[in-house]
C-alpha cells in the first residue's frame, strides 16, 4: 500500500545549551512550535479582535481588547491544562501531580481552554461592565485561529494521530508503535476547526449577526461541537481512555453539551437597535 510519507519536523524550532554554570549543568532550552503556535494564535487573534472591535455594533475599546489578552492567555494555559488534567489523565496526574506543572511535555485540553476563557470573559466583562454576550461574540470570532495554529503543532508534534486507515493520503506516523497508515486527523481538525470554522464565523459577522448578541457565539459553539464529534471518527482516541460507551470518545462526549448550549443562545438572541 502507498502512503504518503510523513513529514518529519523537529519539534524544537532551535535550541541551545546546557551550558555550565558554577559546577551546574543548565538547559538545554529550545524554542518549540507548540508553543510558538500558541504565541501566533493569540497575538494573531488579538489583531483580528482588535479590527472587529472598530466595527459596528460598538462593544468595548480598543484598550479593552489590548487588556484581554492576558485574561484570555490565562484562561487558555490554565484552563486547558486544567481540563486535561480532570477530563483525560486524572489518574496519573493523582499519582504524579508535580507533573501538572510539566507544560512542556503537552497535554491539553480545547473543553478546558475554552471553560478558562469563558471564566475569564465573565470576570472581565463584570469588572469593565461591558455587555456579556456581545464581548464573546467578538472573541469567539478568533478562536478558530488559535485552533488552526494548535492542530499544525500537534501534527509537527506528531501526536494525536488518526485511525488506521487505507485512504491514500494515510501516513505512517513515527511515535506510532504500530506503524500503520492513519487518517492525519490533525490536518482535519486543523481545517475545519480552524480555516471553515473561522470563514463561517466571518461571514456570519459580515452578514450583520453581531447586532444579536450571543448569536455568534452560538454559531461557534455548533460549528465547533459539530467539527469535533466529527473528525473524532477519524481520531485515534487517547490511549489512557480509549472508547468510552457505545464507540463514543471523550472527545465527543464533552462536544454534546456545546451543540446545545450554542443552539440555545442562537434562539435566544435578539436584535439591537442600529444605534446601539
Known sequence: MVVIPYPVIDPDIFRFGPYAVGGWSVGPFAVRWYALAYIAGLVIGWRHCLALAKRPP????????DDFLVWATLGVVLGGRTGYVLFYNLDHYLQHPIEILFLWRGGMSFHGGALGVCVAILLFCRQRKINLLAF???????????LFFGRIANFINDELWGRVSDVPWAMIFPSDPEHLPRHPSQLYEAALEGLVLFGVLWLCQHRGLRRRPGAVSGVFLIGYGLARITVEFFRQPDPQLGFLFWGITMGQLLSVPLLFIGLWLVLRAKPVAAGA
Not at 58 to 65: L, Y
Open 58 to 65: 460598538q462593544v468595548a475599546r480598543v484598550q479593552d481588547i
Open 136 to 146: 464573546a461574540d467578538i472573541i469567539t470570532c478568533a478562536v478558530p485561529i488559535g
